[in-house]
């Protein structure tokens, strides 16, 4: 692995994140809220890993444990600095991870929460710049206006407050401040999925577009998998805080091998009345990170389950190169993908 | 199965709110019709009027929103063993909205199912009282046997353990659990019609194919009509007979489930089906974004409200409405490119997917 390790950008090795439950007057600890349970995975310089899962899988929790905006409990997030070579996030002192943080930012779902009203374009993207380089006055308002014009709104706006913008409008302003600081890795937490329909198109061109005129890499974190099947060029899928499968895009959609990846793929509704309505419909509820199942936190849904499934919990191994499973009959089953 | 009686009529229903801001015309002529036992999907993006004509149907349009035209007529049905003969018409926009007569369809013909079921249900109430009440209201029965048609209903749509579920409150449930109990209220009086307004929107992927799988089944075996308002082309294909599609107050395009999606007439139909990412559809190609936004209600374009996004748009789209036209047999499009003046100078040359 070591020759690859260049073209890497990032490395997540046995991410973990617990959140305590406490209970009573003294706020004692009775119970762990495992979000991210042992996570590992590694995203290329210049491509779009996508993080797909049902809410409350971990996947979000996951995106902010790598840029510390909440503090992983366990781990290693390996990223690739451009002075110092590989640094361990985690063990960053604060300022040098004031320095690092500014190669790595994030796009956040909602663009009608996320903007501050009371500041203008030019304040909530001109920000960053005078924070962390330090420039001022017309040199801000220059760059700021270049920003806004590469996410297709119009310089002239910057004096503008969100409120006169349309969600699409604010979602093209939250990119442009993710771009203030020149990143190279940027988390997109579900970036279109509070738009509407015909708006999220434009968005994901945009974020195509940028990526390749600036060389960014991208963790896009999305429950739509037709989204990510647009935009990702690998794929990993969680489910209640574990990774259950990573592939190339190509790979995994047509050939998922965890049964969960197969029923998630199935219960996308088809935009074709004539196509085949055969779902999985998996039973019951997705289980509970505070008190999970035994051995596969899947076996209780998962139509394929044998008594090894209750019993052992399976690990994350790699089957062929690049494609990722913890499933203990991966090699077993033919599951049904999509072409 | 009833082959296509009519059960609601809407007819050029227009509903509009007088605001500080300006007037807003949330729904600006809607024309379709609801059978018995089939499924409607209504189309839209957001601020294109689709909750408000189903707020308008069931008369709770919020104030200070009005009904200024159209009729809503309603086909009462009376069921006497396997057949249904239809007993009166009712124009529900010419009814008070807080009368009677409104309140004796509202709940118990026609039900509703809202988007967010957290919101939408009482936090203080348990999930069984909030059923138990609806039933005592429309029906003449006890409140033992409520309680029981109450755990009954809820066996139906799904519920773990019926029994103690109509003792927990909503916020002891999941999200998927809360719109079972939804649903479950919802035909506790055996609708006739059920409006669904993006029931699945705020839940998973596994849990929406759930609940999407439950309403077609408990379709078949209660034969009500459902009206579905959704924006997921996924769920429309999936769901629907007939189709829909609203754009900024008006229905732009109404037709079946397969014509809409092979053979949609309308631009902004056709943009929608080619800018939607699909997931039979190999990653990179580039998606082809319906250009600009959803204008701002307050200063529609004259014309079309379209023409600002649509790729046809020419000098007639801005001037004066576009006409409503049968393109073939119960397929209707509201655009100048098939009217007849396009007809005879073959305008309309080009349009199709």
Known sequence: ??????????????????????????????????????????????????????????????????????????????????????????????????????????????????????????????????????????????????????????????????????????????????????????????????????????????????????????????????????????????????????????????????????????????????????????????ADPANPPSGCYFHPRCRYAEEVCRVETPVLRELKPERFVSCHRAEALSLAGVV | MVANMELLEVKGLRTYFPLDEGLVKAVDGADFTLYRGKTLAVVGESGCGKSVTAQSILRIVPPPGRIIEGELLYHRYLQDEKNFTMADIIDLSKLNPKGQAIRAIRGNEIAMVFQEPMTSLSPVHTMGNQIIETIMLHQKVSKAEATDRAIDILTRVGMPRPVQTVDAYPFELSGGMRQRGMIAMALSCHPSLLIADEPTTALDVTTAAQILDLMRQLQEELGMAIMYITHDLGVVAEMADETVVMYLGKVVERADVDTLFYNPQHPYTQALLRSIPRITESRRQWLEAIKGMVPDPYNLPPGCPFNTRCQYAHEACETGEPPWVEVEPNHWVRCVLHGEAARNSGRNEGVHV
């Open chain 1, 1 to 286: 692995m070591t020759e690859t390790r260049n073209e890497r950008l990032l490395e997540v090795n046995g991410l973990r994140k617990y959140f305590p439950i406490r209970k009573g007057f003294l706020r004692k600890v009775v119970g762990q809220v495992k979000a991210v349970d042992d996570v590992s995975f590694y995203v290329n310089e210049g491509e779009t890993l996508g993080l797909v899962g049902e809410s409350g899988c971990g996947k979000t929790t996951s995106g902010r444990c790598i840029l510390r905006a909440i503090e992983p409990t366990a781990g290693e997030i390996m990223f690739r600095d451009r002075e110092k070579g590989w640094v361990d996030i985690r063990g960053l002192p604060p300022e040098e991870l004031k320095r690092v943080r500014q190669q790595m930012q994030i796009i956040f779902q909602d663009p009608y929460s996320s903007l501050n009203p009371r500041m203008t374009l030019l304040q909530l993207v001109g920000e960053p710049m005078i924070i962390n380089q330090g420039i001022r006055g017309k040199e801000v308002e220059n760059r700021v206006a270049e920003l806004l014009t590469s996410v297709g709104l119009r310089p002239e706006y910057m004096r503008r407050y969100p409120h006169a913008f349309s969600g699409g409008q604010r979602q093209r302003i939250g990119v442009a401040r993710a771009l203030a600081l020149n990143p190279r890795f940027v988390v997109c937490d579900e970036p279109v999925s509070a738009l509407d329909v015909s708006v999220q198109a434009q968005i994901l061109n945009l974020l195509r577009e940028l990526q390749g005129n600036l060389g960014l890499t991208y963790l896009f974190v999305a429950h739509d998998l037709s989204v990510v099947r647009h935009i990702a060029d690998r794929v990993a899928v969680m489910y209640v805080g574990k990774m259950v499968e990573m592939a190339t895009t190509e790979e995994l959609y047509p050939h998922p091998l965890h049964p969960y990846t197969e029923a998630l793929m199935s219960a996308v509704p088809r935009p074709d009345p004539r196509a085949a309505k055969q779902r999985i419909v998996l039973e019951g509820e997705v």
